[in-house]
């Protein structure tokens, strides 16, 4: 099991003769560093259970914790957000192959497991308010960089102060369920190169607008879609938006897919964990200016399945980023 909150060092989670490995890596932002401000993204990728590797699942979250005045534990958010995901995952029961009918999974069960994610959330939340009340030097904090109605709302709901987002991938050998609630990105890579966006689109994502774990009945909010073998994609990528925002267009940052399955296949994932937060760095410095996240599963079935996509080039940003730095705004007076 490994959680990154912060820069901790990159390292390559899975099991010998498992069907996936995962590599990530977190950074500050370089409008952090500058101002002072923490590393508000987390990251958490761990192999759970099982007594082979058909029976394993490698599951991968990522979390941004809000940069808005209300979410001043929002660091601490992010991270009790990718421990509740993996929680609530590992005693989810991934079907088996039903015949000609390939797999099925009972989407009452998808409700049931977004629903013990945000309760694990909330639980967490409520354990640290109970042994680190939010003080009076963090409220008149808010207050003066804020407004008092920002006070008051925390007051009455203290899980605002702790708000994030949270993208999940949870991988068996022949199925993957994957999970949003709030912004970032999770793509899907075949083995030719070819990236797309395999979640529905979320209309109130719009500007600095996020749905929210701190949000009421959030578990009501995730995007879900799962598929299976023979459709499983080679890399699905996870990451936080600050990524996405550092790059001019969506057509350029979704070509980051077909080079890091290039990079994979003519290095390995493991190299690439290493270069992973140099990558992450220069996307933050000449982008967004945002924490950025990103979270890879390979699938081991498809590494060979298509041809290389060509020489591994680091996927590069434009120096004119789509965005300026985000800040959440409170979940509260998120689009409903």
């Known amino acids: ?58 599951v991968a979250a990522v979390s941004d914790g809000h940069g808005g005045a209300r979410h001043f534990r929002s660091q601490l958010g992010s991270s009790l957000a990718v421990h509740a995901a993996a929680h609530a995952l590992s005693g989810f029961p991934f079907p088996r192959a039903l015949g000609t009918n390939g797999y099925s999974i009972d989407p009452a069960r998808v409700q049931a497991v977004e629903r013990m994610i945000v309760d694990s959330w909330l639980a967490a939340v409520l354990s640290d308010l109970e042994n680190h009340p939010l003080t009076e030097e963090e409220l008149n904090q808010l207050q003066a960089n804020d407004c008092p109605e920002s006070r008051k709302a925390v007051e009455t709901m203290p899980a605002l102060a702790y708000g994030a987002t949270l993208l999940v991938a949870a991988a068996t050998e022949d199925l993957i369920l994957l999970l ?21 689109a979320d209309a109130r994502l719009v500007g600095n607008q996020t749905t929210s774990l701190c949000q009421p009945d959030a578990w009501r909010q995730f995007r879900s879609a799962w598929f299976s073998d023979p459709d499983l994609p080679a890399l699905v990528l996870l990451s936080t938006d600050g990524y996405a925002n550092s790059f001019r267009s969506d057509r350029d940052f979704l070509r980051i897919g077909s080079d890091y399955l290039a990079m994979i296949q003519e290095q390995g994932i493991e190299t690439l ?3 992973l937060p140099g990558i992450l760095n220069e996307a933050s410095q000449q982008g967004s200016g945002d924490d950025i996240t990103l979270a890879i599963l390979q699938s081991e079935l498809r590494r060979s ?7 591994g080039t680091k996927p590069r940003i434009s120096l004119e980023p789509r965005s300026s730095l985000l800040t959440t705004i409170p979940a509260s007076e998120s689009k409903e």
Request: glycine share 16%; proline share 8%.
């Open 180 to 200: 949003q609630l709030g912004d970032g990105e999770i793509l899907s890579v075949g083995s030719g190169g070819e990236t797309t966006r395999p979640l529905p």
């Open 1 to 58: 099991m490994t959680t990154l909150p912060g820069d901790a060092r990159p390292t390559v989670e899975g099991r010998k003769g498992m069907s996936w490995k995962m590599a990530h890596a977190c950074v500050r932002g370089s409008a952090h560093v500058r101002s002072g401000l923490p590393n508000q993204d987390a990251v958490q990728c761990v192999v759970i259970g099982g007594n082979g590797p058909s029976t394993e699942v490698a």
């Open 273 to 275: 964990a290493e270069e």
């Open 305 to 311: 399945a298509g041809e290389a996509t060509g020489p």
